[in-house]
């Protein structure tokens, strides 16, 4: 069965760090593109990243550039998220996706003071 | 960047009957490889999304035949033949031809 399991939401002041991280298993990780997605509390979805199977490509947002890098280690099966220099705008549910599979549960950032 | 724009943005629907959702994108979605990258993603009340549609009318494994996806260039469309209690949520277009991939504001399908 496919499963995506993100991890390491919280509470962060703004202007602080996170780690966002994502656990594959089900199908062969290093085969897939990886995504984050995210969700502000009551908003539309909002596609914030993107980093190919061999990780030479990787794509971001405008309104994440700069801030946030997205790698991956394939030995791990794992995705994840360096988010800095946070914003009160980034509080949302971020989810990893393939978007051909299952999306996980997601993982609550809350950016405030 | 690539806007996209969906209409109606809440559609009331009886069940049974057919529902239609627009979705208009700022430039051609027409990839230099020949593919057009629409996608069309499903959002259950308190559940993740998950993608019904890809390449603008391929049907994502599992789901309803009922679902169907249209459309060129700028101008596409998602169709529910006859409407069904579990189709209540929020659909959403995403173009992913051009760099940053991009959402649009989403339709809230519910029952009248």
């Known amino acids: 069965e496919v499963q995506l399991v993100e991890s390491g939401g919280g509470l962060v002041q703004p202007g602080g760090s996170l780690r966002l991280s994502c656990a594959a298993s089900?199908?062969?990780?290093?085969?897939?593109?990886m995504n984050w997605v995210r969700q502000a509390p009551g908003k539309g979805l909002e596609w914030v990243s993107f980093?190919?199977?061999?990780?030479?490509?990787?794509h971001y947002a405008d309104s994440v550039k700069g801030r946030f890098t997205i790698s991956r280690d394939d030995a791990k099966n794992s995705l994840y998220l360096q988010m800095n220099s946070l914003r009160v705008e980034d509080t949302a549910v971020y989810y990893c996706a393939t978007f051909s599979d299952p999306w996980g549960q997601g993982t609550l950032v809350t950016v405030s003071s | 960047d690539v806007v996209m724009t969906q209409s109606p943005l809440s559609l009331p629907v009886t069940l049974g009957q057919p529902a239609s959702i627009s979705c208009r994108s700022s430039q051609s979605l027409v990839y230099s490889d020949g593919d057009t990258y629409l996608n069309w993603f499903q959002q259950r009340p308190g559940q993740s999304p998950r993608r019904l549609i890809y390449?603008?009318?391929k049907r994502d494994s599992g789901v309803p035949d009922r679902f169907s996806g249209s459309g060129s260039g700028t101008d596409f469309t998602l169709k529910i033949s006859r409407v069904e209690a579990e189709d209540v949520g929020v659909y959403y277009c995403m173009q992913g031809t051009h760099w940053p991939n991009t959402f649009g504001q989403g339709t809230k399908l519910e029952i009248k």
């Open positions: 980093i190919s199977k061999s990780g030479n490509r990787i």
């Open positions: 089900g199908f062969i990780f290093s085969d897939y593109e």
């Open positions: 390449k603008v009318s």
